[in-house]
């Protein structure tokens, strides 16, 4: 089947492929495995507590299936490549969830950039919480930065 294809395309799908492959290796190492899916439980969690917070701000009313069918186009708009940070994409998401939810186009948009914040806002405390944990400073990454940028 893919012998039809021209050589450069097949030769990335074979290695898409073979990377999937090396990353199903998990599935032969149950506690790796478990820890894997139990992670992204807990983040797919954080990510629909974070929706519904943004839904609570702007008044939307919103029920637990809504809350999941916005969780799933929130992670596939973010898993298809696009502009950085994904923007658009998840405003784009909270509008197809929200359409018929009554609230207006402004609102939604609204909620779907005060999720944005919320979720970029929330990596950078943790990641400045880590950084300092491991001994870092902003003076010390601005030097780190400009040593190896001379």
Known sequence: MLSKLPDVVRE?????????????AAVKQPKLLLSVLLLSVVHWGLIGISIQCS???FDIQADIVTVSLLLGL???????????GNVGTVQLAYTLGLQTNG???SVIVAASVFYHVLAYVSVL?????????????WRRLKQDISSKNP
């Not at 990335?12 to 090396?22: C, F, I, P």
């Not at 405390?125 to 400073?137: E, I, P, R």
């Open 55 to 57: 839904l609570w701000a």
């Open 74 to 84: 929130v992670i596939l708009s973010t898993s298809i490549p696009t502009s950085p």
């Open 12 to 24: 990335k799908v074979v290695t898409q492929l073979r990377h999937g492959a090396e990353g199903m």
């Open 103 to 105: 609230a207006s186009a």
């Open 125 to 137: 405390v943790v990641a400045v919480l880590f950084l300092s944990q491991f001994g870092y400073s």
